[in-house]
């Protein structure tokens, strides 16, 4: 149970690297465990892997301005 506690970890603080929500001192300290874990290694590629592809690869659908002009009126209204 706890090596599955602890995969969690892992995945959680890859995240939040790749979602730059950690400090320099945890982005050090996640960075020395994927030099040396293959294990945290592996999960950090097949993030970093399929973030890569979803940005290369999805797209956005766009919005017309007009649409965006009318949130914005009914905005000042509130």
């Known amino acids: 149970m ?3 506690h602890n995969v969690h970890d892992i995945r959680n603080q890859i995240n939040l690297y790749f979602d730059n929500a950690l400090g ?3 982005k050090q300290e996640l960075l ?7 294990r945290c290694c592996k999960i950090f590629n097949k993030e970093k892997h399929f ?4 940005k290369n690869n999805v797209t956005r659908s766009s919005v017309s ?3 965006i002009q009318s949130i914005k009126d009914r905005i000042r209204i509130i």
């Open 32 to 38: 020395t465990k994927v030099d040396n874990d293959p």
């Open 2 to 4: 706890g090596n599955l």
């Open 24 to 26: 320099e001192n945890e």
């Open 51 to 54: 973030r890569e592809f979803i």
């Open 65 to 67: 301005s007009d649409l």
